[in-house]
């Protein structure tokens, strides 16, 4: 097996403008947005990479058959846009994994004529949120006015650390190649899979992009979630109230 294989399905002219990555990551935020936009749009699945550098394990379907893990490319054409998605079951095991297919995606985004670069992902700040806000990052100046405009926000000193991942490396390796990039984060807790961070990356990516999605799923899975949240929260209260009976 060699470290890294890209499998298009078939040739073809699969010209895109711009990549879309949503692999997993906190919350799963930008993994939700990416296959939301996918399923809405029906765009078709071109390419399949498969590699060492993903974890050593197979995944097991309802039916109980095993595949190995892999990440996907899907394509969607529009009248004035076509766009190159990525996503799929996990980022790299391993730092020299990350960048060597970060440098592959790269690769492909290039060949199919990619000319910017979005990446989604999750903020974590530990606890639950109201307010959700969509911070932003870029790796030239000159995009800032139109993220801004488009609803996110920059913050000195957030995230802490950089951005880990290949989210942040589309962007850093990106640049090497004269790709602008741009990184979307959405405010979670880090403890759940959020939904409603999702959609609010979605909303300002939609602006971005210019391409209206229907928001109706993800919106329901967001109500689902926060019905979920306010059970854990009135349970831990009630728990607590006990408690202190009991200690009264």
Known sequence: MHDITVNFFKEDD?????LIEGLPGVGQVGKLVAEHIIEELDAEKIAEIHSIFFPPQVL???LGITRLPNNEIYRYKGENLKI???VGDFQSSSPEGHYLLTDTYLNIAEK???KKIYTLGGYGVGHLIEDIRVLAAVNDEKLKEE???AGAVFTNGEPGGGIIGTSGLL??????????????MGETSGYLVDPKSSNCVLKVLSNLIGVEVDATKLKERADEMEHFVEKVKASEKA??????NYIG
């Open 239 to 244: 728990s607590s109230e006990e408690e202190l």
């Open 171 to 184: 962007l850093g390796m990106g640049k090497n190649r004269d790709i602008d990039g741009i990184c979307l």
């Open 84 to 86: 190159m998605f990525l």
């Open 60 to 62: 097991i379907d309802d």
């Open 147 to 149: 993220v801004e405009s």
């Open 14 to 18: 699969y010209s895109c403008d711009i």
């Open 112 to 114: 199919l004529g990619v």
